[in-house]
């Protein structure tokens, strides 16, 4: 057993060093009970959720490893972040200080307070929305190319960081729109007769379809809209597209941000995802509903949602869902969920990654 948790703890930090925040969020929030009083397990979920913009998971990680190690520099850092993010600026200032209290030298504390003296509760948003807070995190660490290897993906890794250091050099004097990441898709490829026709690929893309599809990915990555982005790129997954497509396209996707209240737009119905779930597999749905069967637990709590049932009228269909953050539920309360999609033997399954009660009247 111990030796399982070293590997998957060192595994999902090799893949927080190669930016990919999603795998990690994946490959550890299952394993909740396993690393319950693990604080560094929380951390890097922490900082995880973070980089995708998740700040009510990153809130609920930092939070629980602060509870088991106490004062952790790296924990307080990244709670101070979310504590800007819900305009808690006083409570950000304080956990500055006592960054400084532990590490008098500690250049992240001493740069975040000299910013806080210039600025206002709007501009601190303004620079978590444009992600410019890296000056104020702990130094994101390195990728190791010789461990890289060792997971078998630094062919990918290598060649998507060599497009991007082309293309950004290209576009120091003219960014236009571009949004790092995009690189991903910057090639053509005259021929897709090497096409992947497996038994998985159960969408067939002519090459003038699968040029169409790459360009609208592009477009929707350039102008954030994360969610659509999630929903084409299935379709390539699940094409004929030959398998470096297919790659280019799951590595775009796992630098995709997680949406909250604030920011959640590209919404689909129940009735869309019934269709055909498996083009939906991790996108989000800001789904309403009433709360039944909760099972709560020390670090999780399970319950059905009612789709469509919170006006007490008509139930859309019954989804289970699975959250790992502090809530107080009980059966029968109208809610509204932001989650994240995926299939579980065939069956829906909804990751909450947001939450909040409908009270009476509200429509």
């Known amino acids: 057993m111990k030796r399982s948790k070293r590997n998957d703890l060192h595994q999902a930090e090799m893949l927080f060093a190669a930016k990919k925040y999603a795998q990690v969020i994946s490959l550890l929030s299952p394993q909740i009970f396993l690393y319950r009083k693990e604080a560094k397990y929380h951390r890097l979920l922490g900082f995880a959720c ?3 913009g998740d700040f009510g998971g990153a809130y609920s990680y930092f939070q629980r490893a602060r509870d088991i190690s106490g004062s952790d520099i790296s924990t307080l850092l990244g709670l101070a972040l ?30 975040a307070l000299n910013m806080a003296k210039i600025l206002e509760e709007e501009d601190w948003l303004d620079i978590i929305e444009k992600r410019r807070y890296s000056p104020i995190l702990p130094a994101h660490p390195r990728l190791i190319k010789r461990l890289i290897v060792r997971w078998g993906v630094a062919i990918l890794v290598i060649a998507a960081i060599s497009v991007a250091g082309i293309l950004v050099s290209s576009r120091l004097l003219n960014p236009g729109d571009y949004r790092i990441g995009q690189e991903l898709l910057d090639f053509e490829l005259e021929d897709y007769s090497q096409g992947d026709y497996s038994r998985f690929a ?41 398998l470096d497509v297919k790659d280019r396209v799951a590595l775009l996707l796992g630098q995709l941000s997680a949406p909250d209240f604030t920011d959640f737009n590209d919404n689909f119905s129940y009735s869309d995802v019934q269709q055909d779930p498996a083009l939906y597999h991790g996108v989000y749905v800001m789904w309403r509903g009433r709360v039944a069967n909760v099972i709560t637990a020390e670090d999780r709590i399970q319950f059905d949602l009612l789709v469509g049932f919170e006006s007490g009228r008509v139930v859309e269909g019954r989804v289970p869902v699975l959250i790992d953050f502090a809530a107080e539920l009980q059966g029968g309360e109208a809610v509204e969920l932001i989650g994240q999609l995926s299939t579980r033997d065939g069956s829906l399954l909804i990751r909450g990654s947001s939450l909040r009660l409908i009270r009476g009247g509200e429509e």
């Open 50 to 52: 973070l980089y995708t």
């Open 82 to 111: 979310v504590m800007l993010r819900r305009r808690k600026t006083t409570e950000a200032l304080r956990l500055w200080l006592e960054v400084l209290d532990l590490d008098p030298d500690n250049r992240q504390a001493k740069k």
């Open 202 to 242: 159960t969408i067939i893309l002519t090459d003038r379809e699968l040029d169409a599809e790459l360009q609208t990915v592009q477009r929707l990555f350039r102008q954030f809209r994360d969610n659509l982005v999630r929903y084409r790129g299935n379709r390539i997954l699940l094409s004929n597209a030959p």
